[in-house]
């Protein structure tokens, strides 16, 4: 069993920057990877980035690329999720995931994660 707490969600301007942060608890090992999903209102949940539980890959929604960081510090159980740049339609509840593997190979989409948080809301006002 894995407990996600995310933080660090706000309002913004346009341009502006936020780190999301998702910490991990209840258990033993760190071999998980770390998904940010986000869902907008009256959208449907989409996948923003990944990474591995070593941290040595990365994957990042099209839509995101060259504006947002995925970051992880096992020793602290936690995942960031640096963002730059930030427009309005980045506005939404934020969802960290994990993915319990040892396996290089990860996935976008929100079915191969079973565990999540509660969520951190993020405006970006125009």
């Known amino acids: 069993q894995v407990q996600l707490t995310e933080s660090g969600g706000g309002l913004v301007q346009t341009g502006g920057s ?10 033993a090992s760190n071999k998980y990877h770390m998904g940010w999903f986000r869902q907008a209102p009256g959208k449907e949940r989409e996948f923003v980035a990944v990474i591995t539980w070593s941290g040595n890959k990365t ?35 934020y969802y960290c995931a994990a993915r319990l593997t040892s ?18 809301r993020v405006t970006v006002s125009s």
């Open 103 to 120: 396996s290089a190979i990860v996935f976008t989409v929100s079915e191969r994660y079973r565990y999540w948080g509660q969520g951190t």
């Open 18 to 27: 936020l780190r999301l942060s998702c910490a991990a608890s209840g258990h």
């Open 59 to 93: 994957v990042f929604a099209d839509s995101v690329k060259g504006r947002f960081a995925i970051s992880r510090d096992n020793a602290k159980n936690t995942v960031y999720l640096q963002m730059n740049g930030l427009k309005p339609e980045d506005t939404g509840a």
